[in-house]
């Protein structure tokens, strides 16, 4: 049962949009393709165990600490934003 101006099972959908929309984040940050001998982003070198075990991998370890520290903040917000939820 919807409440407020959202129609019945309009709450279903938006989690299922919610979802979807972080299944997509997801597949679109796994790495692809070839591993980087050097970190695209400070030049050092990245070790071939690391590279070995992320195909693909484009950055060192502190760098992509910080990258996903930054994608993290990013993904806080809520987006989609009900009417239920700007109320509060």
């Known amino acids: 049962m919807a409440v407020g101006w959202s129609r019945d ?7 299922d949009a919610t979802v979807e929309a972080a299944v997509q984040l997801a597949k679109s940050r796994l790495p692809a393709g ?4 050097y970190c695209e ?6 070790p ?15 760098c992509q600490s910080e ?5 993290k903040a990013e993904t806080l917000y809520n987006r ?3 009417k ?4 509060k």
């Open 67 to 71: 990258i996903e520290k930054r994608q």
């Open 80 to 82: 989609r934003g009900s």
């Open 84 to 87: 239920d939820s700007q109320l």
């Open 9 to 15: 099972g309009a709450v279903q959908e938006q989690i």
């Open 41 to 46: 982003e400070c030049e050092a070198a990245i």
């Open 48 to 62: 071939e165990a690391r590279r070995k075990a992320v195909p693909g991998v484009r950055y060192c370890v502190s």
């Open 34 to 37: 070839e591993s980087l001998t």
